[in-house]
């Protein structure tokens, strides 16, 4: 049990398959309370009660900063406190360079980069208040080796972003106590390419991989589970590739 009695919230954990949704299960399984924040709200509620009683499920758009505040008072008020901040949610879309338009454009680094910075800036003062936490942000392997797996350049420049921005929280709340670290996975199998990965993409991909397999959503929850935990206690400012070797650097 490495969160026993320890409080979390998780956005973008309501799709069945999806990394979020792994991570909130296995925070559950070493005991945490977990706040699930999604954009779907039935789904959050949904997948909040799968996970047994005492988790919340809210309607949540991390585009939105008054929808944060919300959200946050809501998780606040229940739990009364917060240990972990996972900033998970995030869209992705296949566009070539010249495809992308200024509303893609600011779609895309609306809920992966600025998503970020809003449900953060929502939790700081609370956690700073009680000199500690631990926030780990959602980032690709698409930031460091410049797409050419799925996301279009614009994700690319938004998970780019969110390295940069962890980074520099990192270095300012240091001093509070509070941990900020990121996760680069390359390719997990996920809906999140809405089913655009063909069968022959998938295996191209394959190819590329030293440990000869795509990623599974277990495989980024545990790393989130090391960088919400003691386990992480001096480990601040870092970014964790979970990727199978398909970026070696
Ligand atoms: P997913 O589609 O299953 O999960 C994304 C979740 O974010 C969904 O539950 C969705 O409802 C939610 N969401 C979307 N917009 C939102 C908003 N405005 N506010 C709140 N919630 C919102 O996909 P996933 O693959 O599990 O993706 C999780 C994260 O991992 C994303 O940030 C994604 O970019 C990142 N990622 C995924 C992969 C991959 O290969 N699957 C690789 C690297 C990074």
Redesign the pocket.
């Known amino acids: 049990m490495l969160l026993a009695n320890r409080t979390a919230v998780i ?5 069945a ?6 991570t909130a299960e296995l925070f559950a399984e070493h005991g945490a309370r977990v706040a699930i ?4 709200g039935d ?2 509620a949904a997948a909040a009660a799968s996970l047994g009683p005492g988790h919340l499920g809210i309607s ?5 900063p008054e ?1 944060c505040r919300a959200a946050a008072a809501a998780v606040l008020d229940s739990f009364g406190h917060l240990d972990i901040l996972i900033n ?5 879309e296949p566009l070539k360079i010249m495809e992308i338009t200024p509303a893609n454009w600011q779609r895309v680094l ?3 980069l600025a ?1 970020v910075l809003h449900l953060s800036q929502a939790f700081i003062p609370h956690m700073r208040s009680r000199r500690q936490g631990s926030i780990a942000c ?5 930031a460091q080796r410049g797409g050419g ?3 279009g350049p614009h ?1 690319s420049a938004a ?1 780019a972003g969110v390295l940069g921005l962890a980074k520099a929280m990192a270095r300012e709340l240091g001093p509070d106590g509070i941990r900020v670290n990121c ?11 809405g089913g655009r990965l063909t069968p022959e993409m998938k295996e191209e991909i394959r190819k590329g991989i030293p440990l000869g397999r795509l ?1 599974e ?1 277990i495989d ?1 929850a545990r790393i989130f589970l090391f960088l919400a935990s003691d386990l992480s206690s001096y480990v601040t400012g870092a970014v964790i590739d979970v990727n199978g070797g398909m970026l070696i650097h």
């Open positions: 956005s973008g954990a309501a799709t398959r999806g990394i979020g949704r792994a924040l999604d954009i779907d789904g959050a949540c758009d991390v585009t939105n929808s998970n949610a995030g869209i992705t609306d809920v992966n998503g959602m980032s690709s392997v698409s797996i799925f996301g994700y998970k996760v680069t996975p390359g390719l997990i199998q996920t809906d999140i390419t990623g959503a980024v």
